[in-house]
């Protein structure tokens, strides 16, 4: 089974923090995405990256950047947090064809004061 | 724009029974179909997939239809077991080859 691992379950941070979020998927899949999920609004892409090295803005990358340095792991950054971004955030991958799943991790809860 | 929709926000079916959870899309160009469970506390897991050549699909005890004349997409879980309450989503792939997803429908399942 494909594993897809975020390295927080929950984070409180403070408005103006720099914030990192770390995801990891061990199927040696191409492609990573990051989501954030808000009750009401669904799932909405922030970024994605095909490839190493590699990232393309997705709906609402505003006040966000990623980082995708190896194959495996790909970073979401909040520049400076703000209140607005307190949500759930979605890590998934998918090999590199374009009908095939996500799949997702188990999410970061994140919490801006 | 390009849009996924549920028509139920909440479902709530006995035990045992059927479930038929139902989608609507908006682009009649969409040629691929994700259903995902969620599950509290949880990502979104995935059931099953269908592309647009195909008008059904079967896994266990799931099965997708898809109705491309009216772009409706359903998931019908048989026997309804406790361990199926969760939130579910349809998603579809669009011309730009990333998936939309739809708010989610809630599934209750009563002993």
């Known amino acids: 089974d494909v594993k897809v691992t975020q390295s927080s379950r929950y984070l409180v941070k403070r408005t103006g923090e720099k914030v990192f979020l770390e995801c990891v998927q061990d199927m040696d899949h191409e492609n990573m995405f990051w989501y954030r999920q808000d009750p009401g609004l669904g799932l909405r892409l922030i970024y994605f990256?095909?490839?190493?090295?590699?990232?393309e803005k997705g709906d609402i990358p505003e006040g966000y950047s990623v980082s995708r340095e190896k194959k495996e792991r790909f970073s979401l950054i909040l520049e400076s947090a703000s209140t607005n971004q307190t949500s759930m955030y979605l890590c998934?991958?998918?090999?590199?064809?374009?009908?095939?799943?996500?799949?997702f991790g188990n999410g970061t809860r994140l919490t801006v004061t | 724009g390009e849009s996924v929709g549920l028509h139920l926000p909440t479902l709530s079916v006995q035990e045992g029974d059927n479930s038929i959870i139902n989608c609507a899309y908006s682009?009649?160009?969409?040629?691929?179909f994700i259903w995902y469970k969620q599950e509290s506390g949880k990502g979104p897991q995935f059931i099953i997939d269908?592309?647009?050549?195909?008008d059904k699909r079967q896994g266990q005890r799931v099965t997708v239809l898809l109705n491309k004349t009216v772009k409706h997409l359903s998931l019908q879980i048989a026997a309804t077991q406790p361990g199926d309450s969760a939130v579910y989503f349809c998603a579809e792939m669009d011309s730009s080859y990333k998936l939309i997803f739809g708010s989610g429908t809630r599934l209750l399942v009563r002993p």
């Open positions: 269908i592309r647009s050549n195909m």
């Open positions: 990256s095909y490839d190493v090295k590699m990232k």
């Open positions: 682009n009649s160009a969409s040629d691929y």
């Open positions: 998934a991958s998918r090999n590199g064809g374009y009908n095939s799943p996500l799949h």
